[in-house]
């Protein structure tokens, strides 16, 4: 059975000494910048509970430095005024693109008495692109009056549209294409939760979309009825990503570690990029949305699923 692998460092990210990223450092997005492996974590600090993005680089992607302040922490818009989560970063010509759950408040609903953030949030999916990670351009939410998250662009344009994967709801993920960011006319759905299975709960998209000759690979994650979050890959057909041609019977990657299993909230393996890595796949993800972890694959065995 096809098994990510855990690297003995683990975890590679952990909480700082910094007021921004003193209490929780978690789900990465994964790319190429300036010739480094480069993570876009989600921190936050002790104080003000607020979610920012931190930039960390490295040589071998598993030690990394990470920089002093946080690089993003949205435009303010209404939206995103309790901060910005979960980012997936693509790179098309020469700018990178980041689609990051923004959250907000939701004065109509009530708390969950078993959440240990005691207020009920409301999540957008929004867009920044930059070319330095010290520039950005905000275009605010992608789908107006549509509470979504777990939501990525492919790292393409084609006829020159861009192409868009989000969840709305707690297990339906759609694809949809468009010229522009922020109106997708049409949406068709491309999986959904799956009852008996390992993902029966909630569902949606982990990495961003990998082009391989197989198809579009995407780590995604999967949620049972007791609430642990696993890891497992689907692809998607490359000339019509709204069919599914594999999706794992068996999660490639369960809480079993120790930082898997107790932190924040126990149980939770979750991703938020891939890269390509010396003919693996390097799988960058959340444990206990505490902190972060790597878990490698080799590519062929990835290739030779199906």
Known sequence: MLKLQRVKENPILVPSQESWENFLVFNPAAFHFEGKITLLYRAMGKNDKMSRLGLATSDDGIHFIRHAHPVYYGSGH?????????????????????????VSEDLESEVDPNWKEQIAKKTHIAVSTTKNFQDFFDYDVMIKNLPGKNASLFPKKVNDEYWFLFRSGVGATYFANSPHLTYWPERHLVFDKRPGFWDSSRV???SQPIETEKGWLIFYHGVDEKNTYRIGI?????EDPRTVIYRSP??????????????????????CGA????????????????????????????????
């Open 204 to 206: 949606g998209i982990g």
């Open 275 to 306: 890269i390509e890595k010396d003919d693996h796949y390097f799988v960058y993800y959340g444990s206990c949305d505490e902190v972060a972890c790597l878990a490698t694959i080799e590519k062929k065995a990835v290739l030779g699923l199906f």
């Open 234 to 238: 689907i692809f998607l057909d490359y």
């Open 250 to 271: 068996f999660p490639v990657l369960e809480p079993s570690a120790d930082y898997e299993k107790t932190g924040f909230i126990p149980n939770v393996v979750f991703t």
């Open 78 to 102: 209404p939206h995103e005024l309790l901060g910005v989560e979960d980012p997936r970063v693509v790179f098309i010509d020469d700018t990178y693109y980041i689609v990051y759950a923004a």
